[in-house]
């Protein structure tokens, strides 16, 4: 062997030290400065894009240029979303406790695909599933699934519905969801073999709720046509207005019609982990499944949806596989390829375990109420501004409204006027503000979401609003 070994990928301990330090003194800066930064970066950045396109590179380079590189070129230039002014789409801000164990699962690369291959490990999930089971009270034999993100939750949760009541006979089986819910639902139903020509939109009252009227007339005329409604997908919190579907009467009515039960709470269910909350969520613990977004209301780092199943067999008969060259099943503890579509893949269950085992749970039932009082607050608030119209108070922690004045005589002239008045308040980088389009009326929304959103930066977020619809009516 020659002197330079080329096939070595190794770091000696002392180089893992100093670049691990490195990494870690880049991150904490960042973080420690990340309410001084523009809470929307530089985004005309078609130009850095072409530039970054290159070959292969067939030497390896330093760490230090990398992290120059990003740190100050690439990170900055993007919505600063763990940013405390960050109020757009559906923030969460990323806790510091999840980071640590990403990196964690990451150097100790431990297998937590298969039970048998890290079993202890495997069980910190499960904990945390659990966990998280006893915050939506589901009953006890429900199981659950981490996943990438809601997304793939709801896909999960459309199949386990799907294998009960459609069996191989696909195409008959129809789905319900309000003309509100969020489009990974119809997005997941094609993945799950639901065409559109079988999803119902249902339509939604003026509180943004699922009519229950409306769906229960879809369903009977579907009926009579020979179809099969197999499921509903009703929201706890839309991404567009906050709004809570009427639970507890769609619960009704899947029991009745024994339909799936199918609640999308990737915005709204960790508000049921504050018991004085739970009435905002009525009928939640009595849905089928229960799509939940670690990365949004727990507060964690993109990457961590999760769903429950009441009826935990379910999912696991969906997902339970075996093979020749892999370890015996066992029924006693929980097993992720055995509840999911993945075998490899991270260790997901970590970064949930250790920020829930750092705060606790009455930390966390702190910040998510704080979320609210601070949502409820500044709506009441901007709701005094002159020219402001309410359209959505918070069911939640969202609210939604739109600007009216005597200039603007037409819905163009609204949507116009609503639209700069998020964009005046977004560029002047304390706060990022993103709209909703219903019905052709164009709203601004602000939605409390990020662990590091405090009454500060909400005494802010009101004062501008205010200064800049002044602005745009009297100017
Ligand atoms: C964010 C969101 C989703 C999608 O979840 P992802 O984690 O982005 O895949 C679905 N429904 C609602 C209500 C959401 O807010």
């Known amino acids: 062997m020659s002197g330079t070994d080329d096939a070595s990928l190794e770091f000696s301990p002392s180089q893992m030290q100093a670049m691990g330090q490195a990494v870690v003194e880049r991150a904490v800066a960042h973080l420690a400065a990340i309410e001084s930064q523009a809470i929307r970066g530089d985004l005309d950045v078609a130009d850095v894009c072409r530039s970054l396109r290159e070959p292969v590179p067939e030497h390896g380079a330093e760490l230090e240029p990398l992290l120059d590189q990003l740190f100050d070129e690439l990170i900055p230039r993007s919505f600063t979303t763990p940013g405390p002014g960050y109020l757009a789409y559906i923030p969460g801000g990323g806790v510091y406790p999840a980071a640590l164990a990403s990196f964690i699962a990451d150097t100790t690369n431990r297998y937590t695909g298969v039970w048998q291959a890290a079993p202890a490990l495997v069980q910190l999930e499960a904990n945390a599933l659990e966990w998280l089971r006893d915050w939506m009270c589901f009953p006890e034999g429900s199981s659950g699934l981490l996943t990438a993100g809601g997304s793939m939750a709801t896909f999960n949760a459309i199949l386990c519905a799907r294998e009960r009541y459609l069996g191989t006979d696909i195409r008959r089986g129809t789905l319900y969801t309000s003309d509100q819910a969020h489009h990974s639902i119809e997005k997941s139903a094609k993945l799950a073999g639901i065409f559109h020509d079988r999803v119902r939109i249902i339509a939604s009252d003026g509180d943004y709720r699922m009519r229950v009227d409306a769906l229960e007339a879809a369903v009977a005329a579907d009926r009579a046509a020979g179809l099969r409604p197999f499921m509903v997908a009703s929201s706890a919190g839309t991404t567009n207005t906050g709004a809570v579907d009427p639970l507890e009467a769609v619960a009704d009515i899947c029991l009745r019609e024994g339909m799936w039960h199918h609640v999308d709470g990737a915005y709204g269910a960790f508000f049921h982990a504050c ?85 606790g749970a009455a930390r966390y039932r702190a910040a998510i109420a704080e979320k609210r009082a601070l949502a409820v607050w500044a709506a009441a608030e901007v709701a005094r501004v002159p020219g402001i119209v309410m359209d959505a108070w918070p069911q939640l922690s969202l609210f939604a409204f739109h600007l009216e004045g005597p200039r603007l005589a037409s ?7 609503t639209a700069e008045l998020m964009e005046r308040v977004t560029a002047r980088g304390r706060v990022m503000l993103t709209g909703c389009t219903v019905e052709g009326r164009h709203l601004a929304r602000v939605c409390v979401l990020s662990f590091r959103t405090r009454a500060a930066v909400m005494r802010e977020c009101v004062e501008q609003i205010a200064q800049e619809a002044g602005r745009i009516l009297n100017d």
């Open 275 to 359: 018991p004085e909350l739970r009435p905002l969520l009525a009928g939640l613990p009595r849905a089928d499944s229960l799509t939940l977004d670690p990365h949004k209301g727990m507060f964690l780092p993109y990457g961590t949806g999760a769903l429950l199943v009441r009826d935990g067999a379910a999912l696991r008969a969906v997902h339970s596989a075996t093979a020749g060259y892999l370890p015996a099943q066992q029924e006693e503890f929980y097993d992720p390829s055995q509840h999911g579509p993945e075998l490899s893949r991270g260790f997901p269950g970590l970064r949930v375990w250790m920020a829930i085992k750092m705060f």
């Open 411 to 417: 819905q163009d002239a609204r949507n116009a006027a």
